[in-house]
């Protein structure tokens, strides 16, 4: 059987978005595998933040509401800094939807990129 190789999706978001995999070659795990997410804001203080939320296709929510760091990239729309960003990975099982979404408080904008690993 000839193994697939990674999906890889990234983009921004600028206002809240409440199913980002919606309509993308993510928006049903093609097999068993490895989700992992790279997010990174462009603020991050009490007035302008995104937080991120991931319901796994079990039901299983890994990440709920959690405020993305901002890092050392003014100027520099779209730049994942990996010294700076949130990289978190989960197994994700083939079949369902994953839902990825994203709320925005303020004026601010994320950077997000998803890669999806058969194992």
């Known amino acids: 059987m000839k193994r697939k190789g990674p999906i890889i999706l990234s983009s921004q978001e600028a206002a809240t978005n409440t199913d980002i ?5 993510l928006q049903t795990v093609p097999s068993n595998g490895v989700l ?3 997010l990174q804001a462009s603020d991050n203080d009490a007035t302008n933040n995104f937080t ?6 079990d039901g299983d929510t890994p ?13 520099l729309a779209g730049v ?3 010294r700076t960003n949130l990289t978190v ?13 994203a709320a925005e408080t303020g004026d601010t ?7 999806y690993s058969p194992v």
């Open 36 to 38: 992992t997410f790279e």
């Open 52 to 57: 991120v939320s991931v319901q796994l296709p």
């Open 80 to 82: 994942l800094d990996e």
């Open 63 to 75: 990440m709920t509401d959690v405020r993305i760091p901002c890092g050392n990239t003014s100027g």
């Open 21 to 25: 995999l919606q309509g993308t070659r």
């Open 89 to 101: 990975s989960f197994p994700i099982e083939q079949g369902g939807h994953p839902v990825f979404s």
């Open 109 to 115: 904008e994320l950077t997000w990129r998803v890669t």
